[in-house]
């Protein structure tokens, strides 16, 4: 079954405004939670990570809220623009285990001018 | 890209035959992985290795081996491809010795006829 469910599939955003990407969790042990940007025709890009000690991370204009009772983590974008187009995935994984990263299925986002 | 290099980056191959997918990292980094990306179910992990000949089965292993004979090199074999085995193949390392920071390479397009 799906590890971290992730939503919306896809986003259509204005220029200028907030992208919000949220993905749920169940598994308790998952102590890192990145997001990854991908464009077409590339490898997925590690663009932000944060681990449940912190319930915010911010990075420019990408942040990610991290809620640890609900098992939720979210990706806003602020000021959105064009060339954030791209599909964006969440993460979870279990560290000094080498182990696994478990993705969601991905948000394509669209910025439209 | 932190060092790594997939090849081939496209292939063709027939239904039951042998294909190795090869993955080189520049970098003396511990922990590989092969992932598969398909429509609808974002990344999966295949096989992860954390070490020379130290490999593990992810959760979509079936039908597919790995082996690592040296730290840079990290091997996926499609014993007898299938065509449910078409997908876009993503190698990734990490550089941190907990495991974190995944970084991945651009991709090899398998398509199976």
């Known amino acids: 079954q799906q590890q971290v469910k992730q939503s919306p599939q896809s986003l259509i955003v204005q220029k200028g405004g907030i992208s919000i990407i949220n993905c749920a969790y169940e598994?308790?042990?998952?102590?890192?939670f990145p997001w990854y940007q991908q464009f077409p025709g590339k490898g997925p890009a590690l663009l932000i990570a944060?681990?449940?000690?912190?319930s915010e991370k911010k990075e420019g204009r990408f942040t990610i809220s991290f809620n640890k009772s609900a098992k939720q983590f979210s990706l806003h974008i602020m000021d959105s623009q064009p060339g954030d187009s791209a599909t964006y995935f969440c993460?979870?994984?279990?560290?000094?285990?080498?182990?696994?990263?478990?993705f969601g299925t991905g948000t394509s986002l669209t910025v439209i001018p | 890209d932190a060092g790594i290099t997939q090849s081939p980056r496209h292939k063709v191959t027939e239904t039951g035959t042998p294909v190795t997918l090869r993955c080189h990292q520049t970098?003396?980094?511990?922990?590989m992985y092969w992932y598969r990306q398909d429509p609808g179910h974002g990344l999966r992990l295949i096989h992860y290795?954390?070490?020379?000949?130290?490999?593990d089965k992810g959760e979509v292993s079936d039908g597919y081996s790995v082996s690592r004979s040296k730290t840079e090199d990290f091997l996926l074999t499609l014993e007898s491809a299938t065509s449910s085995q078409t997908s876009v193949y993503f190698c990734?390392?990490?550089?941190?010795?907990?495991?974190?920071?995944?970084?991945f390479g651009q991709g090899t397009r398998l398509t199976v006829v």
């Open positions: 990734a390392i990490s550089i941190a010795q907990t495991g974190a920071e995944a970084f």
């Open positions: 598994n308790t042990a998952f102590d890192y």
């Open positions: 944060i681990r449940p000690d912190v």
């Open positions: 993460a979870a994984s279990i560290l000094n285990t080498g182990n696994q990263f478990y």
């Open positions: 970098e003396n980094h511990r922990y």
């Open positions: 290795s954390y070490g020379v000949k130290d490999t």
